[in-house]
């Protein structure tokens, strides 16, 4: 599934730091035979703990995780929109993504020079939405142009969007993302093909310093970061953009011990991972075989047939049924077996919809 969340921030906040740290974590390219990439380009495994459980439960030859891409973004500076900078490569990038993790600077380091000369993250975060906006404000003006005159013919399609278009301009007009903005089920789908930047889907990464992560609740600078994320309903991921390099150097027990010396549950990149996932909205599925254990991305609301689709296209043309346990009941049983005993392995037909940690066998015929 290729859905990547690109990585954006103003320069010398910690972006590159971060992209680095991804890629030292990077997963295993002999799991993933097509992802010979762009070397912006970076994929992680998604971390979760269910794929461990049924690992040590079923024992099987291999465990193979998901996995998830994130885009190094060109740096950005004020202009960018007008082409300043490597404005334009920046914007051409950006309407490639997804979703984007906007990396804000929350730490004070004389040696580490800011583009504006002081540390401010509500106006770096400002200077990067307005040179989205006015991206989208140039797309949205040169369509109004298109279609207004249809629309004062009373023409039915061109008054549907041009009544859009100029929703999308008054919130443009008041540094307002378009999606700030509501529309119904049938606007939205206009609305999706014009692939606005500002309506992707957001979270802020709050870069802190090394020796700030253990107590980023003192952090002035995180306190406003979440304070205007909550603003606009998005989510906030504190990191150490350093400390993240580090940790994506060590692996197993070094690293559970790198962790609890900062007294730290989870890396911030772990987190960073599951929240991108998780904004996209993707879930998983697992498969589990004493050949392969292997955990598998869907968006959500597949039905079972697309999701068998995911594994290989002769599963979706051929989908007979699937067999289905929830992750809950085949590990509160112990094993597959004593799940079916239990009545809680269920056969499901073409129109069941995927759940998060459904475990599935899926018949089919070709």
Known sequence: ????????????VGKSTLFNAITQAGAESANYPFCTIDP????????????????????????????????????????????????????SHIRQ???????????????????????????????????????????????IGKVEKMARQKDKDALFEYEILTKLREAFENEMPARSV?????????????????????????????DEITDVDA??????????????????????????????????????EFLDDLGIEESGLDQLIKAAYNLLGLETFFTAGKQEVRAWTIRQGTRAPQAAGVIHTDFERGFIRAEIVSYKDLTDNGSMNAAKEAGKVRLEGKEYVMKDGDVVHFRFNV
């Open 97 to 143: 993504v997804d979703a984007i993790s906007h990396v804000v600077r929350c730490f004070s380091d004389d040696n580490v020079t800011h583009v504006s000369g002081s540390v401010n993250p509500i106006r770096d975060i400002q200077v990067i939405n307005l040179e989205l906006i006015l991206a989208d404000m140039e797309s949205v003006e040169k369509r």
């Open 40 to 91: 912006n380009v970076g994929i992680v495994e998604v971390p979760d703990p269910r794929l461990d459980t049924l690992t040590k439960m079923v024992v099987p030859d291999k465990t193979v995780p998901t996995a998830f891409e994130f885009t190094d973004i060109a740096g950005i500076v004020e202009g960018a929109s007008k082409g300043e900078g490597l404005g334009n490569q920046f914007l």
């Open 219 to 256: 952090n002035d600078y995180v306190q406003q970061v979440r304070e205007f994320a909550k603003e606009e309903n998005s989510e906030v991921i504190v990191i150490s953009a350093k400390i993240e390099e580090e940790i994506a150097e060590l692996e197993g027990a070094e690293k559970q």
């Open 182 to 210: 509501e529309f119904t089920n049938e606007q939205e789908k206009l609305v999706d093909g014009m692939h606005l930047l500002t309506q992707k889907p957001v979270l802020y990464v709050a870069n802190v310093g090394e």
């Open 1 to 12: 599934m290729a859905l990547t969340t690109g990585i954006v921030g103003l320069p010398n």
